[in-house]
């Protein structure tokens, strides 16, 4: 008897969201996105991802 290998919902729910390192183009987006919402100008929300994503700069 073989196992089934296929993926679950929640089996996907406790991989990684970011399984891989970001570009050097959102590293610098994220940073930007931050800088102007510390700034009062940003118009985006400042999320987990991409704190996550600036934190690698």
């Known amino acids: 008897m073989t196992q089934d ?3 679950t919902s ?3 729910d406790r991989l990684p969201r970011y399984p ?3 570009s050097k183009g959102q590293i610098a987006a994220a940073k930007l996105i931050i ?3 510390e ?3 940003g118009k ?3 999320t987990p991802g ?3 994503m600036a ?3």
Do not use: M, N, W
């Open 50 to 52: 991409v704190r996550y």
């Open 5 to 7: 290998i296929r993926e």
């Open 10 to 12: 929640r089996d996907r």
């Open 39 to 41: 700034e009062g100008k």
């Open 44 to 46: 985006l929300p400042v």
């Open 55 to 57: 934190s690698f700069g």
């Open 20 to 22: 891989e390192r970001p």
């Open 35 to 37: 800088k102007r919402a």
